[in-house]
């Protein structure tokens, strides 16, 4: 991307305090720095004169003004704004900006030519900026993104793509020799992929610092990271609303980030089971046959999902009548059973007079229109289909009652599909959103949240206290507060299961930790190790679903035969087993932003080896997960950061000085570790399903180092479906573990009110030590309590 001809303004003058921050003259525009909090700042630059304040719907909220101290201070030819966590430089002419913590360590720092800073250059309503970079800092962050975990050494756009849709991607991959694997929609490298959230952190290599960069801008966005000395950030329209974050840890930069754009909400504790998926054309009877076939089995699942073959000729909000006579009977005989049923909605209407939601929505005029004023019509699964114009509250409204209405029937969730959006091969720009009043590049990566957002709404609005969920294939900044995310059509290949750990620790550290790769892969067709692996490691994600495309083989955990089923329960019980960590892990996400699937580099910022290190993550804040992804492979290099470990499995004990150990990864396990310290609450026994989940004892294992160490963990337990939790109808146990010389003592302090349906009546301790474990019961019914390891 070539921006010499870009225009820069020469010189910042009539600077001035304001409340917030100051502002500044630019030669004609104006600039803006708001003070958010010590750490984060908010620089604009206006349009025309002009400041968009809603550039999109990714904040929460707009944050509040609070009183925060800062001081400007103009010397010379610069202007210093200093609070206590970061100072902002501006210098006058030519006009540049630099942001430093107060240890003189930079946040950022503009990139300079002999025409002056690449603060920000503008041409044709695009604009870009020009930020320094060492050479072997790392880049993280950007949310799904294809390649390695370290985003440095490739460039990136935001653009939410249909990915397999040859016409979607097109554009994309013929800017590429075959070969490259960016010439391949397929390949573990594509770029762009369905979920656009432009946020990123720069750490530097040498004194492990990181700062983060939010740019609020819904446009079409390019993000290069290929040169060694230098980032460029493009984007090709609206106006720069940057958030700068001086960190210096990635945990508080995300932290502020989703205080500015929100967390996950707390999903309701079915969500976290097994959910069974598959594009195919079922009837009811099929329906409830598996998922009596899963009883039979003995393998916990939670959720059957029913893709576009439920529909009436793929007419949202409509049910195929010759498949599904009873649907209504079927969910309910399934609602008894314990198993949901989720299904999916598209956000395009097919075109046909005489279908009610599309005669509604042309009355309602909820659909999106050109310029000239014409239904935009786009091509997916029912043919002709008009699309709702979600920028438009009225649409969303609308949207949310329709599926409100949908979900009367039993429904437990909602999957969003093809709202990248997807348009077939009809161009998607002639859509305009608001009632024609802006460009479609304005709504465009923002389509899937505004639906997730008028879905969730509607929902919330017919069954105020009832834990909503939506999953989303695309998404932009934001997305989390409405939806989980899938990482689209992967495919059954060794390389996409790898991918998927990137691709998950790229959205967690982006604000969404509600993610899930299709387990199996989706495209293609998978083979029994492959799926087994795969279910080992789904089973430890945060969303667990298998998935797979019409007319490919079975994908269902017994459709391998014994071992494979085998594997299947045992990972799956084991997920189970887990749900009070998992749901405690959610708890602590919806509360502070901190990712349940997490790349190393968020707990180990400072430990320089695990830059690059992206084939394994933390599945919670103490557990450590290296998935085994090649075929034939029993064995594996783990690093473990500095620390007592203890494995899974054996309960063998590792004492690291941040070192890489080969394991072994027989078929019927996948390699996991547990943090000493850590107290991690289980089920004795998994259930089949999570309804009616009132455990009378939980257990809590506790690893013990050999080392001094205190430890914190949290066990929150409520009814897992409504919001009394948030009144404080709970019961949150949090843990204190204490190794001190020859004492090993775990402390626990209860809180909340309680919640009807609260059982338990006693913890199991099981303290697992370097030379085994041994257990012991107390009675617990949400009391204080101290023991100790004699
Ligand atoms: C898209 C989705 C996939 C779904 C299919 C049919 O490809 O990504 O999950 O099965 O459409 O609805």
Redesign the pocket.
Same mark, same amino acid.
């Given at each position: 991307m070539k921006t010499d001809n870009y225009a820069r303004f020469a010189r910042a003058h009539s600077i001035t305090q304001t409340k917030r921050g100051l502002t500044a003259a630019l030669d004609g525009e104006q600039l803006r720095i708001d003070v958010l909090a010590p750490d984060v700042v908010r620089i604009k630059i206006s349009r025309g004169g002009v400041f968009d304040e809603k550039p999109s719907f990714a904040l929460a909220d707009e944050p509040t003004p609070m009183s925060i101290g800062f001081k400007v201070k103009t010397q010379g030819d610069r202007t210093e704004l200093t609070t206590e966590g970061m100072r902002v430089v501006i210098s006058h002419e030519p006009f540049a900006i630099d942001v430093y913590r107060p240890d003189g360590s930079v946040v950022f720092e503009s990139v300079r030519d002999q025409h002056g800073a690449w603060s920000y250059g503008h041409e044709n309503d695009s604009f870009v900026i020009r930020r320094r970079v060492a050479k072997s800092d790392p880049i993280y962050g950007l949310g799904e993104k294809t390649g390695g975990f370290n985003r440095r050494g490739r460039d990136f756009t935001l653009w939410n793509t249909?990915v397999?849709n040859p016409t979607a991607s097109g554009e994309f991959t013929a800017q590429y020799e075959p070969g490259d694997l960016r010439a391949d929609n397929s390949s573990t490298e594509f770029d762009p992929y369905y979920v656009s959230i432009p946020f990123f952190y720069h750490q530097d290599f040498s004194g492990g610092h990181i700062s983060g960069s939010f740019i609020d801008n819904p446009y079409r966005g390019f993000y290069d990271f290929s040169a060694e000395d230098e980032i460029k950030i493009h984007f090709g329209g609206g106006q720069y609303t940057e958030y700068v974050f001086a960190g210096p840890d990635m945990c508080r930069i995300l932290f502020q980030y989703t205080t500015l754009t929100g967390r996950t909400a707390l999903p309701p504790i079915w969500s976290l089971g097994f959910h069974q998926? %598959?594009?195919f054309g079922y009837n009811q009877d099929d329906v409830e046959r598996l998922v009596a076939k899963y009883r039979e089995v003995d393998v916990p699942l939670d959720a059957f999902w029913l $893709? !576009?073959d439920y529909m009436d000729g793929y007419r949202v909000f409509t049910w195929n009548k010759e498949r599904y006579p009873d649907a209504p009977g079927m969910l309910a005989r399934l609602a008894d059973a314990g198993v949901k049923v989720i299904t999916?909605i $598209?956000p395009g209407v097919k075109e046909d007079p005489g279908y009610e939601v599309y005669d509604d929505g042309v009355k309602n005029q909820v659909f999106a229109i050109t310029e000239g004023g014409d239904e935009y019509i786009g091509q997916v699964?029912p043919g002709d289909t008009a699309f709702p114009d979600f920028a438009n509250e009225r649409a969303r409204e609308w949207w949310g009652e329709l599926n409100a209405e949908h979900v009367k029937s039993g429904l437990a969730g909602i999957?969003n $599909?093809?709202n990248e959006p997807?348009t077939g091969d009809k161009d998607p720009l002639p859509m305009r959103f608001d009632q024609g009043k802006y460009e479609h590049e304005r709504f465009h990566n923002q389509y899937a949240m505004l639906m997730a957002m008028g879905t969730t709404e509607g929902l919330l609005k017919a069954m105020p206290n009832l834990r909503t969920f939506v999953l989303s %294939?695309a998404g932009s900044a934001g997305i989390q507060r409405y939806a989980a995310n899938?990482m689209?059509?992967n495919m059954s290949r060794w390389d996409h299961l790898w991918l998927s750990i990137p691709m998950g620790n790229g959205l967690s550290v982006s604000g969404q930790s509600f993610v899930g790769a299709?387990i199996g892969g989706?495209a293609e067709d998978t083979n029994p190790e492959l799926y087994a692996r795969w279910i080992q490691y789904g089973a430890l994600t945060p969303f667990a679903r298998v998935?797979?495309? !019409?007319n490919t083989i079975d994908q269902y955990v017994w459709s391998f035969g014994d071992e494979v089923l085998k594997i299947s329960r045992d990972a799956l019980k084991l997920r189970y087993r887990l749900l009070p960590y998992i749901y405690s892990s959610f708890v602590t996400a919806s509360q502070t932003g901190a990712p349940i699937q997490a790349p190393l580099i968020y707990d180990h910022q400072y430990d320089p080896k695990v830059r690059d290190l992206d084939d394994q993550y933390l599945f919670g804040a103490s557990i450590l997960v290296a998935p085994v992804f090649a075929a034939g492979q029993t064995k594996r290099d783990v690093y473990l950061p500095e620390g007592e470990w203890f494995d899974w499995h054996t309960g063998k004990h590792y004492v690291s000085k941040g070192e890489t150990f080969t394991v072994d990864a027989p078929l019927a396990t996948i390699p996991m570790f547990v943090r000493a310290g850590a107290v991690i609450p289980m089920l004795e026994e998994a259930p089949l399903n999570t309804k009616g989940l009132a455990p009378k004892k939980i257990q809590l294992h506790v690893f013990v180092p050999e080392g001094n160490i205190e430890y914190q963990s949290m066990l929150q337990e409520d009814d897992g479906l409504t919001f009394d939790a948030a009144d404080g109808k709970l019961v949150r146990t949090e843990f204190n573990f204490v190794r001190n010389g020859d004492r090993t003592l775990l402390e626990a302090r209860s809180t909340g009110k309680g919640f009807d349906g609260f059982a338990r009546e006693e913890f199991e301790v099981i303290w697992h030590t370097a030379q085994g474990a041994s257990s012991k019961t107390i009675a617990n019914a949400g009391e204080d309590f101290e023991l100790e390891l004699s």
């Amino acid at each position: 991307m070539k921006t010499d001809n870009y225009a820069r303004f020469a010189r910042a003058h009539s600077i001035t305090q304001t409340k917030r921050g100051l502002t500044a003259a630019l030669d004609g525009e104006q600039l803006r720095i708001d003070v958010l909090a010590p750490d984060v700042v908010r620089i604009k630059i206006s349009r025309g004169g002009v400041f968009d304040e809603k550039p999109s719907f990714a904040l929460a909220d707009e944050p509040t003004p609070m009183s925060i101290g800062f001081k400007v201070k103009t010397q010379g030819d610069r202007t210093e704004l200093t609070t206590e966590g970061m100072r902002v430089v501006i210098s006058h002419e030519p006009f540049a900006i630099d942001v430093y913590r107060p240890d003189g360590s930079v946040v950022f720092e503009s990139v300079r030519d002999q025409h002056g800073a690449w603060s920000y250059g503008h041409e044709n309503d695009s604009f870009v900026i020009r930020r320094r970079v060492a050479k072997s800092d790392p880049i993280y962050g950007l949310g799904e993104k294809t390649g390695g975990f370290n985003r440095r050494g490739r460039d990136f756009t935001l653009w939410n793509t249909d990915v397999l849709n040859p016409t979607a991607s097109g554009e994309f991959t013929a800017q590429y020799e075959p070969g490259d694997l960016r010439a391949d929609n397929s390949s573990t490298e594509f770029d762009p992929y369905y979920v656009s959230i432009p946020f990123f952190y720069h750490q530097d290599f040498s004194g492990g610092h990181i700062s983060g960069s939010f740019i609020d801008n819904p446009y079409r966005g390019f993000y290069d990271f290929s040169a060694e000395d230098e980032i460029k950030i493009h984007f090709g329209g609206g106006q720069y609303t940057e958030y700068v974050f001086a960190g210096p840890d990635m945990c508080r930069i995300l932290f502020q980030y989703t205080t500015l754009t929100g967390r996950t909400a707390l999903p309701p504790i079915w969500s976290l089971g097994f959910h069974q998926c %598959r594009w195919f054309g079922y009837n009811q009877d099929d329906v409830e046959r598996l998922v009596a076939k899963y009883r039979e089995v003995d393998v916990p699942l939670d959720a059957f999902w029913l $893709d !576009i073959d439920y529909m009436d000729g793929y007419r949202v909000f409509t049910w195929n009548k010759e498949r599904y006579p009873d649907a209504p009977g079927m969910l309910a005989r399934l609602a008894d059973a314990g198993v949901k049923v989720i299904t999916i909605i $598209d956000p395009g209407v097919k075109e046909d007079p005489g279908y009610e939601v599309y005669d509604d929505g042309v009355k309602n005029q909820v659909f999106a229109i050109t310029e000239g004023g014409d239904e935009y019509i786009g091509q997916v699964w029912p043919g002709d289909t008009a699309f709702p114009d979600f920028a438009n509250e009225r649409a969303r409204e609308w949207w949310g009652e329709l599926n409100a209405e949908h979900v009367k029937s039993g429904l437990a969730g909602i999957w969003n $599909d093809m709202n990248e959006p997807a348009t077939g091969d009809k161009d998607p720009l002639p859509m305009r959103f608001d009632q024609g009043k802006y460009e479609h590049e304005r709504f465009h990566n923002q389509y899937a949240m505004l639906m997730a957002m008028g879905t969730t709404e509607g929902l919330l609005k017919a069954m105020p206290n009832l834990r909503t969920f939506v999953l989303s %294939r695309a998404g932009s900044a934001g997305i989390q507060r409405y939806a989980a995310n899938w990482m689209g059509d992967n495919m059954s290949r060794w390389d996409h299961l790898w991918l998927s750990i990137p691709m998950g620790n790229g959205l967690s550290v982006s604000g969404q930790s509600f993610v899930g790769a299709d387990i199996g892969g989706f495209a293609e067709d998978t083979n029994p190790e492959l799926y087994a692996r795969w279910i080992q490691y789904g089973a430890l994600t945060p969303f667990a679903r298998v998935h797979s495309v !019409i007319n490919t083989i079975d994908q269902y955990v017994w459709s391998f035969g014994d071992e494979v089923l085998k594997i299947s329960r045992d990972a799956l019980k084991l997920r189970y087993r887990l749900l009070p960590y998992i749901y405690s892990s959610f708890v602590t996400a919806s509360q502070t932003g901190a990712p349940i699937q997490a790349p190393l580099i968020y707990d180990h910022q400072y430990d320089p080896k695990v830059r690059d290190l992206d084939d394994q993550y933390l599945f919670g804040a103490s557990i450590l997960v290296a998935p085994v992804f090649a075929a034939g492979q029993t064995k594996r290099d783990v690093y473990l950061p500095e620390g007592e470990w203890f494995d899974w499995h054996t309960g063998k004990h590792y004492v690291s000085k941040g070192e890489t150990f080969t394991v072994d990864a027989p078929l019927a396990t996948i390699p996991m570790f547990v943090r000493a310290g850590a107290v991690i609450p289980m089920l004795e026994e998994a259930p089949l399903n999570t309804k009616g989940l009132a455990p009378k004892k939980i257990q809590l294992h506790v690893f013990v180092p050999e080392g001094n160490i205190e430890y914190q963990s949290m066990l929150q337990e409520d009814d897992g479906l409504t919001f009394d939790a948030a009144d404080g109808k709970l019961v949150r146990t949090e843990f204190n573990f204490v190794r001190n010389g020859d004492r090993t003592l775990l402390e626990a302090r209860s809180t909340g009110k309680g919640f009807d349906g609260f059982a338990r009546e006693e913890f199991e301790v099981i303290w697992h030590t370097a030379q085994g474990a041994s257990s012991k019961t107390i009675a617990n019914a949400g009391e204080d309590f101290e023991l100790e390891l004699s």
